[in-house]
């Protein structure tokens, strides 16, 4: 959530011997299926899939709305399960908070978004600093929303005949690391990797370590 093309391109540019990274913008969309939809729409046949906090949800509806589209699967900093009640009423929280105090939401969320020695002026601080002020309050509302409205797609995920990654900042306060061994120890095959001095954004605090674990990720042929 709240993030910008800038979270990938690190990675991207590592990957440009193997990959012909493709970006999608879900910053419009009202509903985690319509970011889904806008993204099938604009990808080729068949194409390996990775997807970030928000974009795990949305990765996971792509699998769910066209299975034999995906040839592989990664899943960073995320979850399999649906929303709790709990989760929801957690994000009504945060909608009055933007509504309150953008500026003092998006420094709350600053420090728990990363692992403590990058807090402050770091370059990865600055980059979630500037995506917050790029996309701003209307965005991050829209996107709680999306969150909040997203339907349980477990069953697809566990139906996957693909290589699956899940890749996790080790200090990861947002998406505790337990979910990612979850999701790890509920799909057979599928690879875990933790992501040292990391918080929740792994891909911008350790891009060349993510880009390492998705280059063995892509080597992987699947059952399909």
Known sequence: MMNTASVWEPI??????VADTRIADLSWQTSIAEMAQSVLAQQQERFALAGFSMGGYVAQEILAQA?????????????????????????????????????????RLLKLNLHPAHDGDSVPAQAVRTMFGTLGPDVCARQLRS???????????????IPVAVICGREDRVVPPALSEEIAAQLPGASLT????????????????VASALREWLRKRGAA
Do not use: N
């Open 12 to 17: 991207a540019a590592e990957l440009a011997d």
């Open 67 to 107: 299975p034999s589209r995906v040839s592989h699967l990664a899943l960073l900093g995320t979850s399999m399960r649906p929303e709790s009640p709990e989760q929801t009423a957690a994000r009504k929280t945060l909608l009055d908070a933007i509504q309150a105090d953008f500026s003092a939401l998006t420094h």
């Open 147 to 161: 969150i909040m409205s997203r339907r349980d797609t477990r069953e697809a995920l566990l139906a996957a005949q």
């Open 194 to 209: 933790w992501i040292e001095q990391a918080g929740h954004m792994a891909p911008l605090e350790q891009p060349s370590a």
